[in-house]
């Protein structure tokens, strides 16, 4: 199985479904996994097949069972398109989200992204040969290979650290993939899930965990050339049970591929 597998959405009366897998598991079925579905159903009827954007809210946690998606276009424009996805599971809902796409068009040009100065993958260690064998290891991370740029993480009894995540990663066992709604997903996927990473780094032994609320991510070019995406994410607060987190990915050549934020609930952890 790989991300394209476990994403896959087929259709049915009244829309789609998706089984979800136990492969994408941290704290029940991943944010940025169910969004990435909620992203291929709407490429289903999308027109335009270039994503833009997406916004979800996650009302509650998933099961792994069959996720139901009723999609609904809100508008379909020569050069942009809106589309609303609702999921839901024995009639409860799941999640409800927004996806923009929009065509490619001549217009003006600028880039001005600042991509962090860091060593290439290849040089670097990857997580599961720094990790102990007694630190915790949700599912989720088999499907992604991490190099690490910063291996102080890693140290036992370490302080707390900047609530800034920077980080190397190729999906597995496939990188990338052809669809162009199943690649954006990669990037969703990281901004989801790192938002917690950083905020781990600035609390090391919390006793609060932090699903997402809800994650938007802008998506600016095409990645299926680049394997390896380098992903910046920082959580520059938290206050009063919610905790915001902002996020960048890069490909291999330094250009911003895409970039969005998560907010993030305090729960009690276990």
Known sequence: MDFETDTRVEAREGGFRANLSRAWEIWGPNGGYLATIALRAAGNVARIQRPAAIYCHFIRTARFDWLDLVVSPVHLGRNAESIRVSATQDGEPVLEAL????????GLEHDE?????????????????????????????NNIEERVIDTDRFRQGRAAMPAYWLEWYRFRPTATFADPFVDAGRSLVLIDTLSWR?????????????????????????????????????????????????????????????????????????
Request: some cysteine.
């Open 99 to 106: 996806v923009r796409t929009a065509a490619h068009l001549p």
């Open 113 to 141: 992204a600042s991509v962090p100065e860091v060593p290439p993958p290849e040089s670097l260690l990857t997580a599961d040969e720094l990790r102990r064998p007694e630190d915790p290891k949700f599912a989720f991370w």
């Open 198 to 270: 950083a905020v781990w780094l600035r609390h090391p032994e919390p006793a609060y965990i932090a699903p997402s609320l809800d994650v938007a991510v802008f998506f600016h070019r095409p990645a299926q050339h680049s394997p390896w995406l380098l992903a910046a994410q920082r959580s520059p607060v938290g206050a009063g049970g919610l905790i915001g987190g902002t996020g960048a990915v890069f490909d291999r050549e330094g250009l911003l591929v895409a970039s969005g934020g998560a907010q993030l609930l305090c729960v009690p952890g276990s």
